[in-house]
């Protein structure tokens, strides 16, 4: 316990879904592995999820609110719960005493470390997208430094931003050491469908309809892995079943990075993390933003991968059973753009993008 009190404390404050949680986790292993402790501020979506249980560090939860919200009694509402939040913040940084904060991103980012600078306390932002989330830009002007999960740093403010890629965790890189396995024309055509943490119900609606349309001769080389929402898994394999398709449909898959590594095609959400895995593991997409979106980040964040010549993006007003079975018809028919396209992946992907924030975030404490 002696030598835990001489460690830093490095606070991180993450939103509690995937896309925060997973590069905080990432962060937090690296940052223990240098020899800080961490802890991890998150809100209650947390709770009975066992995500916690693997966190290197302690795990709390504080008030969170968003005064984004439609409507005037919304926006108090969020204001309200935004200013308990900060408090809760000041007091509980005064009793754990960090040497900085991290914020991943989401509304439950903001009392801490808003709370933070107010203690004159380093806060370092990792954005994960392609364009900065509304929490985040909240918060940049008070922030310390900016770190960004794609190359190309926010406009407003170029000063104090730092590209380090996003932070993946150990069963993306593991699953990254697979090499694309080229899809012969006589074999087996492994596609892997998801639609973020929860399932996508247009993934639902639409893919099954399209393996309807693709010729009986595709059909029969196609081994399907959905996820799927737990009210969808059923219709969805009963499609796969009556036309003969090899698939597995689950609303989860714990072993996701082992999957898409083994698939020769993914379809998939536009999340910064999908796309990010997508580049490490290197494996060729469909993409299909998420269009509700009110920052249209999963569009951005599509074009990174489409600009690298490694996935395509489809707008989901034009993602059908009809346009969808000809780009799969036309990507199965040409493996070795397929394998052109997996390689183009792999040539953005940031492998050690753990390694570069960490550091960035230890060269800050070293300047204080």
């Known amino acids: 316990m002696s030598d835990s009190k001489s460690k830093p404390l490095i606070v991180l404050a993450a939103g509690g879904t995937g896309g925060h949680l997973f590069p905080a986790e990432a962060l937090g292993v690296e940052l223990v592995n240098r020899g800080c402790q961490v802890a991890l501020v998150t809100d209650d ?165 399209a393996m309807q349309q693709v010729s009986s001769e595709l059909r029969q080389r196609l081994v399907i892995v959905q996820q799927a929402r737990e009210e969808d898994e059923a219709r969805v394999a009963k499609v796969y079943q009556a036309l003969g398709i090899q698939h597995e449909v689950r609303p989860f898959f714990s072993d996701l990075p082992h999957r898409m590594a083994a698939a020769h095609l993914v379809i998939a959400r536009a999340g910064a993390m999908t796309v990010t895995e997508l580049s490490v593991i290197g494996r060729p997409a469909i993409l299909v933003p998420y269009p509700g979106a009110i920052d249209k980040d999963q569009a951005r964040n599509a074009e990174v991968l489409v600009a690298a010549g490694g996935a395509i993006s489809v707008p989901q007003t034009a993602f059908t059973p009809v346009s969808l079975a000809e780009i799969i018809e036309r990507k199965a028919s040409r493996p070795a753009r397929l394998i052109e396209m997996a390689a183009k992946a792999k040539s953005i992907g940031v492998s050690d993008a753990s390694q570069r924030l960490a550091g960035h975030v230890l060269s800050i404490l070293a300047k204080r």
Do not use: C, Q
């Not at 609110?65 to 913040?89: C, D, N, P, Q």
């Not at 107010?118 to 929490?135: C, D, S, W």
């Open 45 to 209: 979506r947390i709770a009975g999820s066992d995500w916690a249980s693997r966190f290197p560090g302690e795990v709390m939860t504080l008030t969170a609110g968003t005064v984004t919200g439609s409507g005037l009694m919304a926006k108090i509402s969020g204001g309200i719960r935004l200013m308990k939040g900060t408090m809760e913040a000041m007091s509980l940084l005064g009793k754990l005493k960090p040497k900085a904060v991290v914020g991943f991103g989401g509304y439950p980012t903001v009392p801490p470390v808003l709370a933070a600078s107010f203690k004159g306390v380093p806060t370092i932002l990792h954005e994960a997208n392609a364009i900065m989330g509304r929490a985040n830009r909240f918060l940049a002007k008070r922030a310390t430094s900016i770190a960004t999960g794609f190359p190309d740093p926010d406009p407003d403010f170029p000063e104090k931003t730092v590209f380090t890629g996003n932070p993946v965790r150990k069963p993306v890189l593991l699953a990254a050491e697979s090499e694309y396995d080229p899809p012969a024309l006589d074999k087996p055509l492994r596609i892997l469908v998801t639609g973020g943490s929860l399932g996508a119900r247009v993934m639902s609606d639409v893919v099954p309809g």
